[in-house]
């Protein structure tokens, strides 16, 4: 079956402007997760969502992140006014249900770079 | 900051030869996960062990589990080239799965 899609694959965006990254789960997911993963590093929570609730957003860096999912599937990651440090690649992952240990479902990321 | 410290750093072995990564953590863990990481995709469930199990085993793959050290580890036996990828072992605490900084495996033909 179809697995985590993420859109557009690559970003280029000059500093300053707004990006919005596009996430679609796994059909039937419940949880859905933003992660965010620099160079040569792991990937660094964002955000959580079960359904359309956000129910942890403490990983987003600034308030300039902002992560939604209005009907509890598709999900969306918006930066505004992108910095430098903002280059990274961003994953999202979606889990059958967060809690009793069902594995997390990653897509290939959106690769956001900041010029 | 992340949680979870995987050693070694890299490692570059022959085909064929056994590789073992290890990590340790921080918190009390419910279970630990490993994750597989090709360049330029996203990471793909290996295996997962509860905080109440010592050892699994899946195909090529075992992982042990010490509580009492906070630590893990990975054993891939007979690797292969395809086994060359970045390794995470990550713990569940709360609402998050937090990564470590990753094992490069390096596996040459």
């Known amino acids: 079956g179809a697995g985590v899609s993420q859109s557009p694959r690559y970003k280029v965006a000059k500093r300053g402007q707004d990006v919005a990254l596009r996430c679609d789960p796994i059909?039937?997911?419940?949880?859905l997760f933003w992660y965010q993963q620099a160079l040569g590093q792991g990937p660094e929570f964002l955000t959580y969502?079960?359904?359309?609730?956000?129910l942890d957003k403490s990983g987003l860096p600034s308030d300039r992140f902002f992560a939604e999912r209005p009907e509890g599937s598709v999900s969306t990651l918006k930066i505004q006014r992108t910095q430098q440090e903002d280059s990274a690649v961003y994953l999202c992952?979606?889990?059958?249900?967060w809690g009793v240990g069902s594995p997390l479902h990653f897509g290939n990321g959106t690769r956001l770079t900041v010029t | 900051s992340q949680q979870g410290e995987e050693d070694p750093q890299a490692l570059s072995i022959q085909e064929g030869e056994n590789a073992t990564m290890n990590c340790s953590y921080k918190?009390?863990?419910?279970?630990l996960q490993w994750y597989r990481q090709n360049s330029g995709r996203g990471l793909v469930h290996l295996i997962l062990?509860?905080?109440?199990?010592r050892e699994k085993h899946s195909g090529r793959l075992r992982v042990t589990l010490d509580t009492s050290k906070k630590s893990s580890s990975l054993l891939i036996t007979a690797s292969r080239a395809a086994d060359t990828a970045s390794y995470f072992c990550?713990?569940?605490?709360?609402?998050?799965?937090?990564f470590g900084e990753g094992t490069q495996l390096t596996v040459n033909p």
């Open positions: 918190t009390s863990i419910n279970n």
């Open positions: 969502f079960q359904n359309e609730a956000q």
């Open positions: 990550s713990e569940t605490s709360g609402s998050r799965l937090t």
């Open positions: 992952a979606s889990s059958l249900m």
């Open positions: 062990i509860r905080s109440n199990e």
């Open positions: 059909s039937g997911h419940v949880s």
